[in-house]
């Protein structure tokens, strides 16, 4: 059926038409107008190197009318300069807004110095995108500031933790999944998704547009550049691999349809990510792992911890009880697929849990890390992934449960990845970790007990929190909990230490909400044993 159009829509994407029948395709830049301001979903960099970055906008003067612009290539012009005032140019040149990628532009900068602050802006015609501050991995550093964020819920609250994060002024930002939510849920909303639930590339589209407006998150992304990984939501709930949440419930049908979902999905997350297009893969897949060195202080390696992993285990059995079988999907909360908790030791469960082929990461990122890690020069190393690695027992003493989606319920995957750090001495490992909705300071300890590495968790940006202080007895291992506040974690990182704050919003209903700091610790080079501070 043929798409209707506005009459905006429609007078807009006539008068494209028309100039770009009239004119060399290099004058349309300049001579195009737009119904309204069309870099209005901000800008961001990210993927810093020592020679440069990734420079991301999207043009969308109606940013839910996707239709807006037509089938009309754009070409953007950018620019980079040592100075907020764009005296002194670094570089600049001129990139396309393809039309099948969303009208996005990814621009991969290259040749600038090591170490530096950058500003940069996008000009399309008569129309300046706001500024944003990028800046170059150092060759060589004493220092580096950074945050790290998960698990933003557009109706759940305001997007306060992101300015602040801002506010900050950080050398680098890490987002740690959850930047979207597919669904629309829970009873006490702020505002309103354009649709319950994005299944298609263009209902995906819509929902990073939503998100994109919003003015915390578009200065969090003009603040610095980041680093981005993702988790379930992006796509849909407790996903894995290719195996839906609903597949049990929904069988071949539902088999089919997630892998066009999952690919629409991953299209609309690259075309509003500051990453390079070199990541894309064929068959719609995308390869989100790898490191990024700041000078010799510090390697992080990124992690995907989605993409390639294999289904959870001993999920419950697809009964009508559990399966809406008119639509083929799991029930919320009760239904069969996805994660839940389980007991490990449990016969009817345990062969599955050991099976030593289950993979967290897959077997070419297994090796892949496992090489990043062996030959890392760093002080620091960290781990920025999306699910808690430290297990978080629940249940009674005597039949501790585990959730089937992290770690812990992937025991093998888990031990290799604990023995690669053990067997390449691999210097002050850190785990950076989001997804459970509170804040974490956590052992993670290998099967003898004996501790690997520091654990640090944010809790969401804005979601429904959980508190967990009834299970810390069966968790002696956590050092630090908050399960009532929103918000992210700072650190500050230098060859002898690393100081990590948990910022905790006070009201995610509230749009100028406060902020305090709920606890700071400090983890000394050498040691695995965190020390509060503060």
């Not at 991301?56 to 612009?69: D, K």
């Not at 905790?504 to 709920?518: C, F, N, Q, S, Y």
Request: hydrophobic content about 35%; glycine content about 8%; proline content about 7%.
């Amino acid at each position: 059926m043929p798409q209707k159009l506005s009459r905006r829509a429609f007078v807009h994407r006539s008068a494209a038409a028309a100039a770009l029948a009239a004119m060399p395709f290099g004058r349309v830049a300049a001579q195009v107008r737009f119904s309204s301001y069309p870099f209005k979903l901000g800008v961001a960099s990210g993927d810093p190197s020592p020679d440069g970055f990734v420079l991301w906008t999207r043009l969308a003067p109606e940013p839910l009318e996707p239709g807006e612009l037509g089938r009309v290539t754009f070409e953007v012009d950018w620019e980079v300069a040592d100075d907020p005032g764009f005296g002194r140019i670094a570089a600049r040149g001129r990139a396309f807004a393809p039309a099948h990628l969303a009208h996005s532009v990814h621009v991969e900068v290259g040749g600038l110095q090591p170490g530096q602050e950058y500003f940069y802006r996008f000009r399309l015609g008569r129309y300046d995108s706001p500024i944003g501050r990028a800046l170059t991995a150092p060759a060589s550093t004493e220092s580096l500031r950074f945050a790290f964020s998960s698990c933003a819920h557009y109706e759940h609250g305001f997007f306060s933790a992101y300015r602040y994060m801002a506010d900050d002024r950080p050398d680098l930002m890490i987002a740690l999944g959850d930047y979207i939510y597919e669904d629309g849920y829970g009873e006490r909303r702020v505002r309103l998704f354009d649709t319950r639930e994005a299944r298609t590339l263009a209902e995906y589209r819509n929902r990073y547009a939503q998100y994109r407006t919003d003015p915390d998150l578009q200065a969090a992304h003009e603040a610095c550049p980041w680093l981005l990984t993702w988790d379930d939501h992006e796509v849909d709930n407790d996903y894995a691999g290719f195996t839906s949440e609903h597949e049990l419930c929904g069988g071949e049908a539902e088999r089919i349809a997630f892998r066009k979902r999952r690919a629409a999905a991953y299209q609309a997350w690259f075309e509003h990510m500051p990453v390079r297009p070199s990541r894309l893969r064929a068959g719609g897949g995308i390869r989100l792992y790898d490191t990024l060195d700041w000078g010799k202080l510090a390697r992080f390696c990124l992690l995907d911890t989605r993409q390639y992993r294999s289904p959870q285990a001993c999920p419950r059995e697809p009964t009508p009880t559990r399966c809406d079988t008119e639509t083929g999907r799991k029930l919320l909360f009760i239904g069969a697929g996805g994660g839940r908790l389980i007991d490990p030791t449990d016969p009817s469960c345990k062969g599955e849990v050991e099976d030593r082929a289950r993979t967290m990461l897959g077997e070419e990122q297994e090796r892949w890390l496992d090489a990043a890690l062996a030959e890392s020069p760093a002080r620091w190393n960290l781990l920025a992934q999306s699910v808690a690695v430290a297990a978080i027992r629940e249940g009674a003493p005597e039949r501790p449960l585990v959730h089937s989606d992290s770690w812990p319920a992937y025991p093998a995957a888990r031990e290799r990845l604990l023995q690669s750090l053990s067997r390449h001495r691999v210097s002050n490992p850190v785990v950076l970790t989001g997804d459970v909705h509170a804040f974490f300071l956590s052992e993670v300890r290998d099967a003898d007990q004996r501790p690997v590495a520091v654990e640090l968790v944010t809790s969401s940006i804005a979601t429904n929190n959980k508190d967990w202080t009834k299970v810390l007895p069966l968790n002696p291992h956590i050092r630090f909990h908050d399960g009532t506040h929103s918000g992210y974690v700072r650190c500050t990182l230098d060859r002898d230490r690393l100081q990590a704050d948990f910022v905790g919003i006070d009201d995610i209903r509230d749009p100028r909400t406060p902020r305090a700091v709920l606890a700071s610790f400090e983890v000394a080079a050498g040691s695995s044993e965190p020390r509060r501070i503060g």
